[in-house]
């Protein structure tokens, strides 16, 4: 039996994202990982020890400042308490509000989105 471990993102300023990604959310930098001879440093954010939660593995390709958003990618989800005060502590700390909050179409789960400094899609789904 596996066990989902993290999403790997491709960021352009390494400190910009654990930023926001602390600050927006409340994740925290778990560890980190320099590779000079592979020109990259790895940071890994979330809620908790890898052991026990998935995390997200910011990658920093040295030099790489931005990168195209492909079409497959959708988007990663994390559950709030509220989601529209989630959305202004977002755009505080980065971020940009794609869809505010609200009921999901056809549903009644009060969802958002933001996107990262990056552009990533980040779905807001209201856990309370």
Request: hydrophobic share 35%.
């Amino acid at each position: 039996m596996g066990r989902y471990l993290h999403t790997m993102l491709r960021v352009g300023d390494l400190q910009r994202s654990i930023d926001f990604y602390s600050k927006a959310f409340g994740m925290n930098e778990i560890r980190r990982r320099d590779v000079p001879d592979g020109k990259y440093t790895l940071a890994f954010v979330g809620y908790g020890n890898e052991e026990a939660n998935t995390v997200i593995e910011l990658t920093y390709n040295y030099g790489v400042e931005k990168y195209e958003q492909g079409g497959a990618f959708g988007h990663l989800a994390i559950g709030v308490p509220d989601v529209a005060a989630a959305c202004e502590v977002a755009k505080t700390a980065g971020g940009t509000v794609t869809r505010p909050a609200g009921p999901v179409k056809f549903g009644t789960t009060v969802i958002a989105f933001v996107k990262d400094p990056d552009g990533y899609s980040i779905e807001l789904v209201e856990r309370p």
